[in-house]
């Protein structure tokens, strides 16, 4: 019994120790299940994207296909940014180390054929678990192709070449700062293709292979997706490319003859829509190279002499100044411009009309003003009526003006007139005007401030706020929103968007819109007027000068400025033209009337006609006007003589033929009345050159004579020669010195330099 009782003993334990075994196993299985379990739902759920493109980017390789860029365009369909194909080049260390390529070779033989330091790929390569190094971007056809022959010549497989895309502007530097530039990686950083970037960039495609272990493409597997790059939509802008030639063309040489230290801008608009046609900012620079210093800001900053961090601060900040697009970014005080605004507002409120007398002695006291506030012309107008008060920018006038029509009612047609809103232009940087606080404006004890602000002083607006302004008041009243895009097409031609002429509000009534257009015209039209060197035979111009301190310089600098638009009758364009701090050793008087009145009658002179906007000429003014020269080749001399002289010219001949084989000056130029005419009948006319002379400062009849003693011949612009001897020649299209065909025609600038009617700094 004790025998079979031990044994029934060291059996129960056994039994216990299978249970617990068994129990411990399944609670060992199960929990090892869950933690399995849980492992699994946490790398196919929680963690499936992250282990998916781990998996992606070992078993399968992409290749970006760069879409192309939307091409912009100007208002007539000209091409001023287009994309093209060009190359990147890039290296492999991973696979230079796995086909046991020589790295020196290939960084010696790339850095000759791209111009790349052969350091820094050697440098590159040290990264040897890399698939990508970039050597070289957006490279041309040319190049790309040697860098195959060096690929193919000795078949290496480290050396890659994708396609690319590279953004060119075939018009350079015009109109840059409007259409800005995009960076290495094609994304827009200004003007236009910054702003519609999202319509602009288009959807790069992409080529996706299957890969080994290795990354290697599988032998076997040919598997490959191809997915489409999209090409971007185009842009149509309002710019005119041609309007913008000439606002360009004529501040530039504004820039040379009045040796203007700070830039100068430029702004031309359709009064009726909004719509900017041509916009400048001078210096500017080269789009295709914008990371390049203008000539003007090399100089300035290579004289300073910085070196290091101080010099790379200099450079990026000359950068953005160069880009900077000051026609709507910068403001400055309006000066006597502004003096529009302030008429049409006293019109509208009828303080005043075209019979209020005026008395000007040179100063007026105004209530909390220490000391008179002075009038431009210290000696004083006299009496006056409104529209001479006009011609004259009379600051007395306006000045009693601004406090017949009330702090409250001013500052409430400031308003109207848009002066404290941003305009709303599709581009960015929009600078924000600077006034008095209405407090202190609107102090019933001090009226200084409203005083002087009646004639443009003490505040500051940006160019782009004043223009579209004074386009409401020639337009009949009506506020227009300014834009540079007016349409979006798609690749395919579909018209996306397009961009209608929007009214903001109406400011002023057709009425005294008709008004005040008339009295402008006087400004420019009238001898007594500030404005008359914007004067363009043949056409109705209206506009204001302006004169001010560049309140943002601790020195005496001024800002000089002409607004005008045309035909006074029947308004189309406006024309801003502004010109930073212009040297007074350039011979002539600071002053908008002189100096930037006769540029924006220049420009009127070419963009008007080129709108075909006709002249009219008075029958008096015709027989001064310039006319343009027939071609009279191949006609017998007898029917040449006879065409010529019906149009007023002198005829000169030159052999025994009977027969005209040449011509001075060449058909189709445009020549002063009067000029004499050179026919050749047995020899082509000379080809020798001769030198220009110096013509400023010379009156008409002086500066046609030592033409054509030179055998040269003179186109006049601006004042209509007459016997006075304050009309001289203020400006000339080819400098003197520069040598130039015998017959050439020289366009001269003439202004009345009265400057007792003309105001001055």
Same mark, same amino acid.
């Given at each position: 019994?004790? !025998?079979?009782?031990k044994?029934?003993?060291?059996?129960?334990?056994?039994?216990?120790?299978?249970?617990?075994?068994?129990?411990?196993?399944?609670?060992?299985?199960?929990?090892?299940?869950?933690?399995?379990?849980?492992?699994?739902?946490k790398?196919?759920i929680?963690?499936?994207?992250?282990?998916?493109?781990?998996?992606?980017?070992?078993?399968?390789?992409?290749?970006?296909?760069n879409?192309s860029?939307?091409?912009?365009?100007?208002?007539?369909?000209?091409?001023?940014?287009m994309?093209?194909t060009?190359?990147?080049?890039?290296?492999?260390?991973?696979e230079?180390?796995k086909?046991? *390529?020589?790295?020196?070779?290939?960084?010696s033989?790339?850095?000759?054929?791209?111009?790349?330091?052969?350091?820094?790929?050697?440098?590159?390569?040290?990264?040897? #678990?890399?698939?990508?190094?970039?050597v070289?971007?957006?490279?041309?056809?040319?190049?790309?192709?040697?860098?195959?022959?060096?690929?193919?010549?000795?078949?290496?497989?480290s !050396?890659?070449?994708?396609?690319?895309?590279?953004?060119?502007?075939?018009?350079?530097?015009l109109?840059?700062?409007?259409?800005?530039?995009?960076?290495i990686?094609?994304?827009?950083?200004e003007?236009?293709?910054?702003?519609?970037?999202?319509?602009?960039?288009?959807?790069?495609?992409?080529?996706?292979?299957?890969?080994?272990?290795?990354?290697?493409?599988?032998?076997f597997?040919?598997?490959?997706?191809?997915?489409?790059? !999209?090409?971007?939509?185009?842009?149509?802008? %309002?710019?005119?490319?041609?309007?913008?030639y $000439?606002?360009?063309?004529?501040?530039?040489?504004?820039?040379?003859?009045?040796?203007?230290?700070?830039?100068a801008?430029?702004i031309?608009?359709?009064?009726?829509?909004?719509?900017?046609?041509?916009?400048? /900012?001078?210096?500017? $620079?080269?789009l295709?190279?914008?990371?390049?210093?203008?000539?003007?800001?090399k100089v300035?900053?290579?004289?300073?002499?910085?070196e290091?961090?101080?010099?790379?601060?200099?450079?990026?900040?000359?950068?953005?100044?160069?880009?900077?697009?000051?026609?709507?970014?910068? /403001?400055? *005080?309006?000066?006597? /411009?502004?003096?529009?605004?302030?008429?049409?507002?006293?019109?509208?409120?009828?303080?005043?009309?075209?019979?209020?007398?005026?008395?000007?002695? @040179?100063?007026?006291?105004?209530?909390?003003? #220490?000391?008179?506030?002075?009038?431009?012309?210290?000696?004083?107008h006299?009496?006056?009526?409104?529209?001479?008060?006009?011609?004259?920018?009379?600051?007395?006038?306006?000045? %009693?003006?601004?406090l017949?029509?009330?702090?409250?009612?001013?500052?409430?047609?400031?308003?109207?007139?848009?002066?404290?809103?941003s305009?709303g &232009?599709d581009?960015?940087?929009?600078? #924000?005007?600077?006034?008095?606080?209405?407090?202190?404006?609107?102090?019933?004890?001090?009226?200084s401030?409203?005083?002087?602000?009646?004639?443009?002083q003490?505040?500051?607006? +940006?160019?782009?706020?004043?223009i579209?302004?004074?386009?409401?008041?020639?337009?009949?009243?009506?506020?227009?929103?300014?834009?540079?895009?007016?349409?979006?097409?798609?690749?395919?031609?579909?018209?996306?968007?397009?961009?209608?002429?929007?009214?903001?509000?109406?400011?002023?009534?057709?009425?005294?819109?008709?008004?005040v257009?008339?009295?402008?015209?006087?400004?420019?039209?009238?001898k007594?007027g500030t404005?008359?060197?914007?004067?363009?035979?043949?056409?109705?111009?209206?506009?204001?000068?302006?004169?001010?301190?560049?309140?943002?310089?601790?020195?005496?600098?001024?800002?000089?400025?002409?607004?005008?638009?045309?035909?006074?009758?029947?308004?189309?364009?406006?024309?801003?033209?502004?010109?930073?701090?212009?040297?007074?050793?350039? @011979?002539?008087?600071?002053?908008?009337?002189?100096?930037?009145?006769?540029?924006?009658g220049?420009?009127?002179?070419? !963009?008007?006609?080129y709108m075909?906007?006709?002249?009219?000429?008075?029958?008096?003014?015709?027989?001064k006007?310039? &006319?343009?020269?027939?071609?009279?080749?191949?006609?017998?001399?007898?029917e040449?003589?006879?065409?010529?002289?019906?149009?007023?010219?002198?005829?000169?001949?030159?052999?025994?033929?009977?027969t005209?084989?040449?011509?001075?000056? &060449?058909?189709?130029?445009?020549?002063?009345?009067g000029?004499?005419?050179?026919?050749?009948? *047995?020899?082509?006319?000379?080809?020798?050159?001769?030198?220009?002379?110096?013509?400023?400062?010379?009156?008409y009849?002086?500066?046609?004579?030592t033409?054509?003693?030179?055998?040269?011949?003179?186109?006049s612009?601006?004042?209509?020669?007459?016997g006075?001897?304050?009309?001289?020649?203020?400006?000339?299209?080819?400098?003197?010195?520069?040598?130039?065909?015998?017959g050439?025609?020289?366009?001269?600038?003439?202004?009345?330099?009265?400057?007792?009617?003309?105001? +001055?700094a």
């Amino acid at each position: 019994m004790d !025998v079979a009782g031990k044994k029934t003993n060291k059996l129960k334990p056994n039994r216990q120790i299978i249970r617990r075994t068994l129990f411990l196993m399944i609670v060992c299985g199960i929990l090892s299940f869950v933690v399995l379990l849980f492992q699994l739902y946490k790398i196919q759920i929680l963690e499936h994207s992250k282990w998916e493109s781990e998996a992606i980017e070992q078993q399968v390789r992409e290749t970006v296909i760069n879409a192309s860029r939307g091409t912009i365009y100007d208002t007539n369909m000209k091409i001023l940014a287009m994309s093209a194909t060009v190359d990147t080049v890039f290296i492999s260390p991973i696979e230079m180390l796995k086909y046991e *390529e020589d790295p020196s070779l290939i960084a010696s033989g790339l850095s000759e054929i791209l111009g790349v330091s052969y350091e820094s790929i050697m440098e590159k390569w040290e990264d040897t #678990k890399s698939w990508y190094k970039t050597v070289a971007v957006k490279i041309e056809q040319e190049v790309s192709d040697k860098v195959r022959e060096f690929k193919n010549e000795h078949k290496l497989k480290s !050396v890659h070449i994708v396609e690319d895309t590279k953004r060119y502007y075939p018009y350079s530097s015009l109109a840059s700062q409007v259409i800005g530039f995009v960076g290495i990686d094609n994304k827009g950083l200004e003007g236009v293709e910054a702003v519609y970037e999202k319509y602009l960039r288009g959807l790069n495609g992409r080529i996706v292979r299957a890969t080994s272990s290795e990354g290697t493409d599988m032998l076997f597997n040919k598997y490959e997706d191809y997915f489409d790059a !999209v090409e971007g939509n185009a842009l149509v802008l %309002t710019l005119d490319t041609t309007i913008q030639y $000439y606002l360009e063309k004529h501040i530039e040489q504004a820039i040379n003859d009045y040796m203007v230290q700070n830039g100068a801008v430029g702004i031309v608009m359709d009064v009726n829509t909004g719509a900017v046609l041509a916009m400048c /900012t001078l210096p500017d $620079y080269d789009l295709n190279n914008y990371l390049e210093l203008n000539d003007a800001a090399k100089v300035e900053l290579e004289e300073q002499g910085l070196e290091g961090d101080a010099y790379n601060a200099a450079l990026t900040e000359a950068l953005q100044n160069q880009w900077r697009n000051r026609s709507i970014s910068d /403001t400055y *005080e309006p000066g006597s /411009t502004f003096k529009i605004i302030t008429l049409a507002s006293c019109l509208e409120e009828g303080v005043v009309n075209p019979d209020t007398d005026f008395y000007c002695k @040179g100063s007026i006291d105004v209530k909390g003003r #220490k000391g008179p506030l002075h009038c431009w012309r210290h000696a004083g107008h006299g009496s006056q009526n409104l529209v001479s008060a006009t011609q004259h920018s009379c600051n007395v006038a306006f000045t %009693t003006m601004g406090l017949m029509l009330g702090a409250d009612k001013f500052y409430e047609y400031v308003r109207s007139f848009g002066f404290m809103d941003s305009t709303g &232009i599709d581009l960015n940087g929009e600078g #924000k005007s600077i006034w008095w606080p209405d407090s202190q404006f609107k102090n019933p004890d001090n009226l200084s401030s409203l005083a002087v602000a009646s004639f443009g002083q003490t505040f500051n607006i +940006t160019p782009l706020q004043l223009i579209s302004a004074v386009s409401a008041v020639a337009n009949g009243g009506y506020l227009m929103e300014p834009y540079v895009v007016k349409q979006i097409v798609s690749p395919e031609g579909e018209i996306l968007l397009s961009r209608e002429p929007r009214v903001i509000r109406q400011v002023i009534s057709e009425e005294t819109s008709a008004r005040v257009c008339e009295i402008l015209e006087s400004v420019v039209g009238s001898k007594e007027g500030t404005g008359k060197n914007a004067y363009v035979e043949g056409y109705r111009i209206a506009g204001k000068t302006g004169t001010s301190e560049d309140v943002g310089q601790m020195t005496d600098e001024y800002i000089v400025s002409f607004v005008g638009f045309a035909p006074a009758d029947d308004p189309k364009i406006a024309v801003l033209v502004l010109l930073d701090n212009p040297s007074p050793d350039s @011979g002539i008087p600071i002053s908008g009337g002189f100096m930037a009145a006769p540029v924006v009658g220049n420009i009127f002179s070419d !963009v008007l006609p080129y709108m075909g906007v006709e002249p009219v000429y008075s029958e008096d003014n015709s027989k001064k006007a310039d &006319i343009t020269l027939p071609g009279v080749k191949n006609m017998s001399v007898e029917e040449a003589k006879e065409k010529l002289k019906a149009l007023g010219f002198k005829v000169q001949i030159e052999g025994g033929g009977d027969t005209v084989i040449d011509q001075i000056p &060449i058909a189709n130029v445009n020549v002063a009345a009067g000029s004499t005419i050179i026919l050749y009948t *047995e020899t082509g006319r000379p080809t020798n050159l001769v030198t220009v002379p110096d013509l400023f400062d010379m009156s008409y009849s002086k500066a046609r004579e030592t033409l054509e003693q030179a055998g040269l011949y003179i186109r006049s612009s601006g004042v209509i020669p007459s016997g006075s001897n304050t009309i001289v020649v203020a400006r000339q299209s080819i400098e003197k010195g520069n040598e130039v065909s015998i017959g050439s025609v020289i366009e001269v600038t003439l202004i009345d330099r009265d400057q007792s009617i003309i105001e +001055t700094a």
